[in-house]
């Protein structure tokens, strides 16, 4: 949404970008700073609440009678549901749905999966785009029946890999150490890394269990970057495990992405995705991925030629994957140069906004 919004030439667009109430204020305060309006909803929430829930689609509809936009641009599933009933009286207003991940596809209980798939067919009448970011979701999308009224598109996330200001290794390692207590990551450590926000979904479990697979290896860390509310669980996993001089979690951290040169190895065990920008970033910091099959990750990563591929919730297999990668320093340049060479030809920022801005017009 970022690369998005300050991409379009303001001589063409008058942008509002408008967000709920659960995030840090840190994209607000990035969007401002490039002088673009914003404005918190405040009963947006990200999970279903539905006192919250019908006041948000109040104030969504308060939100287009005063701004009057061309065009209504939604993001995530929340969003897209609140944001495409409020539209629902405004029929010259042209909505847009860029759907993230259809939460139909999380872990959940069968009956609240049906729920989702419910949502999303009814709330497709109100949507005249819908654009998703890789096959797998595009196929859900056809075989349920998730009509929007014009068409259904699938457009890849792209990146700027050029552009990326990565720290060089030994700066990104002291603002790593900065975390700790004391230094735990010298020259010589090799560095396991993920970035993740602490969603049950991104499969941080696995990768604390799977550091058991290398427990007795001093030389190896395994870092992880992120917050959440599961954070007490994975920090009593980690001392139940007896992996607090392995395992280090270092919290939230600005523009994160810098750092990536720190790591050796990037792990990303997750249980469910979409396109997940984490992993283009990693892939554009040249390091050697390992991954599951989940979401668009089989349309970014070849295993064996850019990465490695491991079956979703198979803990002791990625550690194994892990230990092995760590063992050759040939096969971690080889996949990280491939990974790298993806994201030029296959992934870049300048055909993902060229096309969705083919939308717009």
């Known amino acids: 949404m970022y690369d998005l919004v300050t991409n379009l030439g303001p001589e063409n667009y008058e942008i509002l970008v408008a967000v709920g109430t659960d995030g840090n204020g840190l994209f607000t305060k990035m969007l ?17 609440r539905p006192g919250y829930d019908f006041k948000a689609i109040k104030e969504v509809r308060n939100l287009i009678t ?10 995530s599933p929340k969003a897209g549901v609140i944001g495409s009933l409020a539209a629902r009286k405004f029929p010259l207003v042209k909505v847009i749905y860029r759907n993230g991940g259809w939460a139909f596809n999380d872990p959940a209980p069968w009956l609240v999966r049906w729920l989702y798939i419910g949502i999303e067919k009814f709330t497709a009448n109100y949507k005249d785009h819908i654009i998703v970011n890789n096959q797998k979701e595009f196929e859900d999308a056809k075989r349920l029946k998730i009509k929007p009224r014009i068409s259904l598109e699938k457009i890849y996330n792209g990146i700027l890999a050029q552009k990326l200001d990565f720290l060089p290794r030994e700066l990104a390692r002291e603002e790593l150490n900065k975390k700790f207590a004391q230094d735990k990551l010298t020259a010589k450590t090799k560095v396991v890394g993920l970035i993740a926000n602490f969603y049950g979904q991104k499969g941080i479990a696995d990768l604390i269990q799977a550091a058991t697979e290398f427990k007795n290896r001093a030389d190896i860390k395994v870092v992880i970057i992120g917050d959440g509310m599961n954070r007490a669980k994975f920090e009593k996993m980690i001392s139940h495990l007896n992996l607090e001089d392995q395992v280090f979690l270092t919290g939230t951290l600005e523009n994160a992405y810098r750092v990536l040169k720190a790591f050796d190895i990037f792990a990303f065990p997750s249980h469910k995705e979409g396109f997940p920008w984490a992993v283009l970033e990693a892939m554009a910091a040249k390091l050697p991925i390992i991954a599951t099959p989940v979401g668009a990750i089989p349309e970014m990563i070849t295993d064996q030629e850019n990465g490695l591929i491991v079956p979703v919730n198979r803990p002791r297999i990625l550690g194994r994957k892990i230990l092995s990668l760590i063992e050759s320093d040939r096969d971690r340049l080889e996949l990280g140069i491939q990974a790298h060479q993806t994201v030029l030809f296959k992934f870049s920022q300048e055909t993902m906004l060229k096309k969705i801005e083919g939308f717009l017009a």
């Open 66 to 75: 005063e701004f009057i936009p061309d065009i209504l641009f939604l993001n």
């Open 32 to 48: 401002e700073a490039r002088r673009i309006k914003t404005r918190i909803i405040k009963n947006l929430r990200r999970s279903i």
